[in-house]
C-alpha cells in the first residue's frame, strides 16, 4: 500500500490558527453586514466535525474492503508518481462535482449533506461541520478504483480537496482576481452555494476547480449577499438532531405517503419534491356523446 501523508492531520493547526485570525478581525474590525460568530453555532460546528472523525472511521472499513476488492479486479494500475497525482486529483475533483451535485438533487444523499448547510453563519468553523453520515459518497468514486487508482490514492485526493475548501468558507475574502475566480472554486462562489435564496440554490458545486459548474451549467456568480443556512433552518444546536433531522423528516414523508409511487419519491427525487394532486374542484370535461 502506498504510503501518503495526512494531509487533513498536517493542516489541524492551519484550520486552529486561521478561525482565531478570522475571530480576531471580526473583533477588531466588525462587519454589521457580515454574520460573523456565534459561540453555540461554532460549538456545533466543531462538535459536528469531530463526530465526523469518530463515524468516518467506522464506515471506512466496509468502504475500504469494497474499494480493494474493485481494485483486485481490475487488471489496471496507475503508478503514483509526480506527475499522475495532479492528474488524480483532476479525476477526483471532477468525481467530487458530481457526488456533490447529486448530494444537492436527491433527497436520501440529502440527508447526508444538509448538516454542512444547516448553520446560519459561514466562517471557518462552517467548514468543519461535517456529517456523520458519509456512507452515501463512496459510489462515486468507483470508477477512480476501478481505472486503476489505488484506494490509498482516492482517499489522499480527497482529502486534499477536502482541505483545499476550509478556506473558502469566510465573508473575510471577498473577490480575487479575475483569472482565480474563472477556475478556481473561491470564497465568492462558496458563499453562494451556502446561499439559501431561490437565485442561488443548487449552485457552485465545485470543489477545487469551478469550472466544471461552468462546463455543466451549474455556476452563478455571487451579486446580491447571500443569506446563509436552509430554506427552512431547524432551529438547534443539538448535534444528534442536526446529523440527523433530515432522515427523519424523509421517514414522517413516507409514513404519510399514500402511494409507492409517492414514498419512492419521497426518498429519491429533490427536497422540496411534492406529489401532484388532483385537482378534484377543477370542473370535468363532458364525455362526448356520438
Not at 500500500?1 to 498536517?10: A, F, G, I, N, R
Amino acid at each position: 500500500m502506498p504510503h501518503l501523508p495526512d494531509v487533513v492531520l498536517w493542516s489541524v493547526p492551519a484550520f486552529v490558527l486561521l478561525t482565531a485570525v478570522e475571530v480576531v478581525s471580526y473583533r477588531l474590525h466588525p462587519d454589521e453586514e457580515a454574520e460573523g460568530y456565534e459561540a453555540r453555532d461554532a460549538a456545533t460546528s466543531v462538535g459536528m466535525g469531530l463526530g465526523s472523525l469518530v463515524f468516518d472511521a467506522l464506515w471506512k472499513v466496509p468502504i475500504v474492503a469494497i474499494y480493494m476488492a474493485v481494485y483486485e479486479l481490475t487488471p489496471l494500475r496507475v503508478p503514483i508518481l509526480w506527475w499522475t497525482l495532479p492528474l488524480m486529483l483532476l479525476v477526483q475533483d471532477f468525481f467530487y462535482y458530481w457526488s456533490h451535485r447529486g448530494h444537492h438533487v436527491i433527497r436520501v444523499l440529502w440527508a447526508c449533506h444538509v448538516v454542512h448547510h444547516s448553520s446560519r453563519k459561514f466562517n471557518f468553523t462552517t467548514a468543519l461541520r461535517q456529517p456523520w453520515t458519509t456512507w452515501t459518497v463512496w459510489p462515486f468514486y468507483v470508477p477512480m478504483v476501478a481505472a486503476g487508482v489505488h484506494p490509498a490514492a482516492v482517499a489522499f485526493c480527497s482529502s486534499v480537496n477536502l482541505v483545499y475548501q476550509f478556506w473558502v468558507h469566510t465573508e473575510r475574502v471577498r473577490k480575487l482576481p479575475r483569472p482565480f475566480e474563472y477556475v478556481l472554486n473561491t470564497p465568492s462562489h462558496h458563499r453562494v452555494h451556502h446561499a439559501s435564496q431561490g437565485g442561488y440554490l443548487d449552485r457552485n458545486f465545485g470543489g477545487i476547480l469551478i469550472i466544471w459548474d461552468r462546463m455543466f451549467r451549474s455556476f452563478v456568480a455571487e451579486v446580491e449577499r447571500p443569506v446563509f443556512g436552509l430554506t427552512k433552518n431547524i432551529h438547534t444546536f443539538n448535534p444528534l438532531r442536526v446529523a440527523t433531522h433530515e432522515y427523519a423528516a424523509i421517514a414522517r414523508d413516507v409514513r404519510a405517503a399514500r402511494s409507492w409511487g409517492e414514498r419512492l419519491g419521497r426518498v429519491f427525487r429533490g427536497p422540496g419534491w411534492q406529489p401532484r394532486v388532483p385537482d378534484e374542484a377543477a370542473p370535468r370535461t363532458p364525455e362526448r356523446v356520438g
